[in-house]
């Protein structure tokens, strides 16, 4: 066997390779890509689909290096190669070409769907930690509303005790009030003797008045002679 047709079977089965590896790699970067697969490292497709990107990299390297070997034994004149070995030459430089564009192309798709896909996990995030912070605010202005309906109530019921004191004061007063006229009423005598201690108050006050001015006015005119 000449070394075009071993590199001509390499070639072809590579290429197989390569179109069941592509075939892998696009099915799961629809999965990536769909709406919803946000989670993909906690499922490892995240993980598959850097594997078999590594992989066809290094099969699409490896076509093009047997490629360019086909192209330099096609090229030498020495080396007699049919016309259909040279179109199964030509055919493989096509497919190389056409899978290195659709290598490229589902490639760029996954990226831009990633790149879209951290976006929104970002604007997502954004949104929950305002979320969060919003709700521990709306809790932190709760505690204060509870504290001050607490502190509203203790208010209250103090009030509520300090006015039942006062009723109850009132009416003790009242009950004194009202045994101290019973004790009077049912004895008079008490009752004039009270108004004769109340007139010598006032007559002893008017009294000690009058010797208070007599004094001051005799006091005033030994200090102006």
């Not at 590579?14 to 709406?35: G, M, Q, V």
């Not at 099969?59 to 096609?74: A, F």
């Amino acid at each position: 066997m000449s070394t075009t047709e071993s590199l001509h079977k390499q070639c072809r089965t590579l290429e197989s390779l390569f179109d069941n590896k592509l075939t892998t790699y696009s099915r799961l970067a629809a999965s990536i890509t769909r709406p919803g697969s946000h989670d993909l490292e906690s499922t490892g497709s995240l993980e598959r689909w850097q594997d078999l990107e590594i992989e066809l990299e290094e099969l699409l390297q490896k076509l093009g290096e047997i490629n360019d070997e086909l192209d330099t034994l096609s090229n030498d004149a020495n080396d007699r190669i049919t016309q259909t070995m040279l179109r199964a030459i030509q055919r493989h430089r096509d497919v190389h070409q056409d899978n290195i564009r659709e290598f490229r192309r589902t490639k760029a798709s996954v990226k831009q769907a990633l790149d879209q896909m951290n976006l929104l996990s970002g604007v997502r995030n954004d949104i929950d930690a305002h979320k969060s912070s919003a709700a521990d605010m709306l809790l932190t202005e709760r505690g204060r509303i509870d504290s001050s309906h607490q502190m509203t109530d203790e208010i209250l019921e103090q009030a509520y005790e300090t006015r039942a004191d006062f009723s109850r004061q009132r009416a003790t007063i009242t009950g004194i009030n009202t045994r101290m006229a019973g004790v009077l009423s049912t004895m008079p005598g008490i009752s004039n003797l009270l108004g004769m201690i109340k007139s010598r108050r006032r007559r002893d006050s008017i009294i000690v008045g009058c010797l208070i001015g007599v004094c001051l006015i005799l006091l005033l005119s030994y200090i102006t002679k």
